[in-house]
């Protein structure tokens, strides 16, 4: 059974940083591509970040602020959070999915997380 857990969210000021954590048990990331998305209220889920077998792709709006990152030994993928914004308040979950290409669509993931809260306070 694959299971996807998030971790580290909280609630910070703006211009604080975080790092999302998301651990697998029952597949292995090196053969998945990985995707962060987030939902804020109100809104639609949207792409975050995702990182391939050697790439990895931003949306514009976090560019230059999150880096994604995997450590193959924990099976676990890192979303790091710099310079976050109250826009940035979000649900992020994380996504695996057995392709490495099209990962900033989330109709290609085939197993999501639960999802960690984000709240970054003005």
């Known amino acids: 059974q694959v299971r996807l857990v998030e971790s580290g969210g909280g609630l910070v000021q703006a211009g604080d940083s975080l790092r999302l954590s998301c651990a697998a048990s029952g597949l292995f990331f090196s053969s998945n591509g990985v995707g962060w998305f987030r939902q804020a209220p109100g809104k639609e889920r949207e792409f975050v970040a995702a990182?391939?077998?050697?790439?990895?792709y931003y949306a514009d709006s976090v560019e230059g602020r999150f880096t994604v990152s995997r450590d193959y030994v924990k099976n676990t993928v890192f979303l790091q959070m710099n310079s976050l914004k109250p826009e940035d308040t979000a649900v992020y979950y994380c996504?695996?999915?057995?392709?490495?290409?099209?990962?900033?669509?989330?109709?290609?993931?085939?197993?999501w997380g639960q999802g960690t809260q984000v709240t970054v306070s003005s």
């Open positions: 996504a695996a999915s057995p392709s490495f290409v099209r990962l900033q669509e989330s109709s290609w993931y085939d197993y």
């Open positions: 990182i391939s077998r050697s790439a990895t």
